[in-house]
């Protein structure tokens, strides 16, 4: 079975530009969650989505967008890039609802290097 | 009130011997406590988790300790091996708060042979 996938997994942008990361969780699960991990440091939480609502938001600047479409992909989009978020985006999906809603399986992430 | 503390940064330990990683918290709402074990180039992956009503978890070489009234939790890995070797996060989640995950600063164990 295909784990959680995301792309690009390697990107390089320069200051003021966009960048859009791609995830696809584990089949049967609908509830998507984005962490940023700034090297040296644990994961931060952005953003969930369960049936294609936004369930939660971190401590994240209004440039930070997310979105989940019928098929429980989901984009992470980026606006006017800071040299500060230079990270590695991670991906994480699990059942939602009431029962298996904690057990987060990550992907391997998208490492976003800002120039 | 919504940080997780996590001690030591850095661990080495020799094969055969007792890994540690301690982690407190101050939300008392927290009501799962999972542990993560990371591996460079890849995402987190669950290695054991525990909730709030039970005082030890135990998995193969793993074991979560819960202390409730001291707000801590650690865990412990025995018999610790070279490919152990990885930074291991603990994490905290409200309830209801699933895909919100709180995370500790991460320790960096290293396993001599």
């Known amino acids: 079975d295909a784990g959680v996938t995301q792309s690009p997994t390697h990107l390089i942008k320069t200051r003021g530009q966009q960048v859009t990361l791609r995830c696809s969780p584990i089949?049967?699960?609908?509830?998507v969650s984005w962490y940023q991990q700034v090297l040296g440091q644990g994961p931060q939480f952005i953003f969930q989505?369960?049936?294609?609502?936004?369930?939660g938001r971190g401590n994240f600047p209004d440039r930070f967008s997310a979105r989940q479409f019928p098929n429980y992909s989901s984009e992470l989009n980026v606006n006017a890039l800071l040299l500060g978020d230079s990270a590695l985006y991670l991906c994480?999906?699990?059942?939602?609802?009431?029962?298996?809603?904690?057990?987060?399986?990550f992907g391997a992430g998208s490492r976003l290097t800002v120039l | 009130q919504q940080q997780v503390k996590q001690s030591p940064q850095s661990l080495i330990v020799q094969k055969g011997g007792i890994s540690i990683i301690n982690c407190a918290y101050e939300?008392?709402?927290?009501?799962?406590f999972p542990w993560y074990q990371q591996f460079p180039g890849k995402g987190p992956a669950l290695l054991i988790a525990?909730?709030?009503?039970?005082s030890e978890k135990k998995e193969g070489r793993f074991t979560i300790s819960f202390n409730k009234s001291a707000k801590q939790f650690s865990l412990h890995i025995m018999d610790s091996q070279p490919g152990d070797s990885a930074t291991y996060f603990c994490?905290?989640?409200?309830?209801?708060?699933?895909?919100?995950?709180?995370f500790g600063q991460g320790t960096e164990l290293s396993v001599k042979p």
């Open positions: 089949s049967g699960h609908k509830s």
């Open positions: 989505y369960y049936e294609k609502e936004e369930r």
């Open positions: 994490a905290a989640s409200l309830k209801g708060q699933g895909g919100k995950l709180i």
């Open positions: 525990i909730r709030p009503d039970v």
């Open positions: 939300n008392t709402a927290f009501d799962y």
């Open positions: 994480a999906s699990s059942l939602g609802g009431s029962s298996g809603a904690n057990v987060l399986t």
